[in-house]
């Protein structure tokens, strides 16, 4: 009979059928994993007063400049009250712009300035960083399946929104 790895156990034999010790363990991952990718842009963000709110609208704001204050709530998928406590906050401190719908005026278009591009900057370096780093270790199969196994972890809005973001440049 052959005995299985630690790394055998965790990957699963069969990837059609993961018990549930091999999901727990995944599952486990993924919470360390996240603190790893936040533990970085947390110190940054910590010099500045900011929490991951901040971090997320700049983000997708860098992303998507101009998007609208309705579409970044789609994608943060916060309350209205939330997004504006943090973008009140960023506007009032010189890093975000919000613009004036040109068509619609009841629309506000946002984007980073100076300050606020050079601050996302900082950020997405530091994750940048960690991830080019853990992705040479994996090698270039496991980028391709990380990939593919959170993109379809998913839920279809999520999914939609993640490829029209990749449309826009992401």
Do not use: C
Request: aromatic share 8%; charged share 25%; hydrophobic share 40%.
């Amino acid at each position: 009979m052959k005995s299985t790895s630690s790394a055998e156990n965790w990957l699963g034999e069969n990837l059609l059928y993961l018990t549930d010790a091999q999901l727990r363990q995944g599952t486990e991952a993924m919470f360390f994993a996240y603190r790893g990718f936040t533990t970085d842009p947390d110190k940054i963000l910590e010099e500045f007063g900011y929490g991951r709110a901040h971090h997320r609208a700049i983000h997708f704001i860098q992303v998507s400049p101009g998007s609208t204050v309705n579409k970044l709530l789609s994608i943060l998928g916060i309350t209205k009250q939330s997004l504006n406590r943090v973008l009140r906050t960023l506007i009032a401190d010189g890093l975000v712009e919000s613009h004036v719908g040109q068509v619609d005026r009841r629309e506000r278009h946002l984007f980073l300035t100076e300050i606020g591009g050079t601050l996302e900057k900082q950020l997405s370096t530091a994750q940048h960083k960690r991830m080019r780093d853990a992705f040479r270790k994996a090698g270039p199969d496991a980028v391709a399946g990380f990939r593919k196994v959170l993109e379809s972890m998913m839920d279809q809005k999520m999914q939609d929104i993640f490829k029209e973001l990749r449309r826009d440049g992401l």
